[in-house]
């Protein structure tokens, strides 16, 4: 059973070119169902065992991550019946799983200078200063900012990030000023690590994030994705067209959440793209 389960995540990987926080994440969503399983095979599971461990998931998780492990499980099976393991897909009659759909949250630039001040100078402070301020100018997901290499930095003259999408190779330009303070951040750190941000994940940097917020005086929760909506929200008045360029949207039914006044039309291309579920 694990063989399979490295086999895929080596195939999404190096064939769908998934981030290493997207792997991260697929993997630990199909070790969870495994655990479920209890030694019962990959190829056995029924549509009756789906909806037991989605039960299951409800006892525990939200809608929103329940709807993502089931997403990492249809991706797991989806392989499993290309390889011919399978012959159907044990979710495949069952009634989608919906998120739920939030409207996106944004934070003032007062809030946001704040946040940065709470940062400190100490070296983590530095470090969570520095990637909140990759986050604001590149407008990218926190996902895509810790799949950041040193080596790729260095290679484009601390001028531009690269990053993937859909299985796509892109480059951001970014500002001199930044470019300095990555380069360095960079030749500073000893480790040998080639990730930028080693060591961190969303889920910490989220919840200092939080805590910066705390102790810069917001009262509501803050989050990471909250800056990527601040962004949205500076560039809506400045046209569609470059609300897509800045976001990095590869079509213009992504930027329809923040154009929008109306609720309802807004709900429906929310769910739909899922913007801010990272």
């Not at 549509?47 to 998780?61: F, G, I, M």
């Not at 790729?152 to 601390?158: A, G, H």
């Not at 299985?167 to 951001?172: A, D, M, P, S």
């Not at 917020?213 to 990471?224: H, N």
């Amino acid at each position: 059973m694990r063989e399979l389960l490295r086999e895929f995540l080596t195939y999404a990987r190096e064939k769908k070119n998934f981030s290493q926080v997207s792997m991260e994440a697929y993997r630990k969503d199909l070790e969870d169902f495994t655990h479920f399983l209890m030694g019962k095979e990959y190829e056995q599971v029924s549509e009756r065992d789906v909806l037991a461990y989605l039960e299951t998931l409800r006892e525990e998780y939200s809608e929103n991550s329940v709807y993502r492990k089931l997403v990492s499980l249809r991706a797991f099976y989806k392989y499993l019946y290309k390889l011919e393991l399978v012959d159907k897909l044990p979710m495949e009659n069952l009634d989608p799983v919906k998120p739920t759909v939030k409207i996106p949250e944004t934070l003032e630039w007062e809030e946001v200078r704040r946040i940065m001040d709470q940062c400190g100078s100490k070296p983590k402070g530095y470090r969570d200063k520095l990637l909140i301020k990759v986050l604001l100018e590149t407008g990218l997901l926190i996902s895509d900012v810790l799949d950041i290499r040193k080596s790729e930095l260095k290679e484009n003259s601390y001028k531009r990030i690269k990053y993937i999408k859909n299985g796509n190779l892109h480059f951001i330009e970014i500002s001199d000023t930044l470019g300095e303070e990555l380069k360095e951040f960079t030749e500073s750190i000893t480790e040998e690590s080639d990730m930028l941000f080693n060591g961190i994940t969303r889920q910490n940097f989220g919840a200092r994030f939080k805590v910066y917020g705390q102790k810069a005086g917001i009262e509501r929760k803050v989050y990471p994705n909250m800056l990527r909506n601040t962004l949205a929200k500076k560039y809506v008045g400045e046209g569609i067209e470059e609300l897509k360029e800045k976001l990095h949207y590869e079509s213009l039914e992504g930027t329809g959440v923040y154009m929008t006044r109306n609720f309802d039309k807004l709900r429906e291309i929310y769910m739909k793209i899922g913007i801010g579920d990272d």
